[in-house]
């Protein structure tokens, strides 16, 4: 049996809480969560290219502040037990920080994601901020270590080579997977195409397989 095929809980059957990592069940909180994270992606856009003049931000300021004070009370006491990032049907899992991708292929062999980039993604010239590509494949990364049965690992490193500009409000596609592996690395690959197959931008990364007691 090769490294790779190995459950890391005959190892250690406490892998999954190394370094107190929560468990991060699904979640399903109903469609209201949904109306929820669809109208603050939205907001975000607003907030980077709406101009309504001086009067008008200071509603605006107003209503955020209400929103704010409605939710504050219902902060979850730490991680893995709110509902953003461990909603699968929705894009991002539900999470904000987390462009509006989906999960469309999820295997030992390979990760499929499929979305696009918004307004608030936006560097420069109608193109996608180069800092954000980065994320996207970091996430990619994480989700083709836990399809291959590497749970708990950390990025040691990753680096990205940017083949062409990524333009917002198109739909694209990004793939990844386990190259090869050594003990307790993994290293990973992904590109970003969109729906001509054309390279927008690949990826290398190298997922390191946390020890006991490691954060």
């Known amino acids: 049996m090769t490294d790779s095929d190995t459950d890391p809980k005959d190892l250690d059957p406490d892998y999954e809480h190394h370094g107190g990592f929560p468990e991060y069940g699904p979640a399903s909180p109903g469609p209201g969560f949904k109306r929820f994270v669809e109208g603050m992606r939205r907001l975000q856009d607003l907030a980077v290219s709406a101009d309504p003049g001086d009067e008008l931000w200071d509603d605006a300021a107003d209503r ?107 739909p694209l596609v990004v793939r990844g997977r386990v190259s090869s592996v050594e003990g307790r690395k993994a290293f990973v690959s992904a590109e970003l195409v969109d729906t001509d197959d054309t390279l927008l931008a690949e990826a290398n990364g190298l997922m390191v397989r946390l020890l006991p007691g490691q954060p």
């Open 64 to 170: 955020v502040a209400a929103l704010v004070e409605l939710l504050e009370p219902y902060q979850a006491d730490g991680e893995g037990k709110a509902p953003a990032g461990r909603t699968p049907d929705l894009p991002g899992m539900g999470s904000l920080l987390l462009p509006p991708w989906m999960l469309t292929r999820y295997a030992p062999d390979g990760v499929e994601m499929r979305g696009h980039f918004t307004r608030f993604h936006v560097g420069g010239n109608k193109a996608v901020h180069g800092g954000v590509l980065p994320l996207l494949f970091d996430h990619m990364f994480g989700m083709v270590s836990h399809a291959a049965g590497r749970p708990i690992s950390r990025t040691a490193f990753l680096h990205v080579d940017y083949r062409k500009i990524t333009p917002i409000d198109v």
